[in-house]
């Protein structure tokens, strides 16, 4: 725990291999985002409110699922800039951030809900 607020340890340009629990973890997440992405996959092209939602939980799965396996393969190898650890907090702040976007779109469903149910109600009253 007391790597974490060291600097030499996140911003070291040759770092050391993962440990193998932080290896577990971090393999663990990757196939966590592949569960994830394979189900959403199963549920993103029916119609509904939710559709888009579900697309874009499906982007962002797949997409952090495949540059967690290029980390994980960078950092197995060893390979020295690539494998920084200053890489993984870069990547989990670019996530945070790609989930505030997605959860403030699915914000406004409830919205877009009665707007629908507005129009329907308005739609029934006009002729055909």
Avoid at 10 to 15: I, K, N, V
Avoid at 23 to 33: N, S
Avoid at 67 to 75: A, D, E, R, T, V
């Amino acid at each position: 725990m007391q790597n974490l607020i060291n600097w030499n340890y996140w911003f070291s340009l040759h770092p050391e291999a993962l440990t193998p629990l932080a290896q577990r973890l971090f393999i663990g997440f990757i196939i966590l985002l592949a569960v994830i992405c394979l189900l959403t996959t199963l549920v993103k092209n029916r119609s509904g409110l939710y559709r888009g939602f579900l697309k874009k939980i499906y982007s962002f799965c797949f997409s952090n699922a495949v540059i967690g396996l290029f980390f994980l393969f960078f950092n197995y190898e060893l390979i020295p800039f690539l494998s920084a650890r200053f890489w993984l907090g870069f990547w989990l702040i670019l996530m945070i951030i790609w989930l505030i976007f997605i959860l403030k779109y699915l914000r406004q469903v409830p919205a877009i809900k009665k707007k629908i149910v507005a129009e329907k109600e308005l739609n029934k009253y006009l002729p055909k």
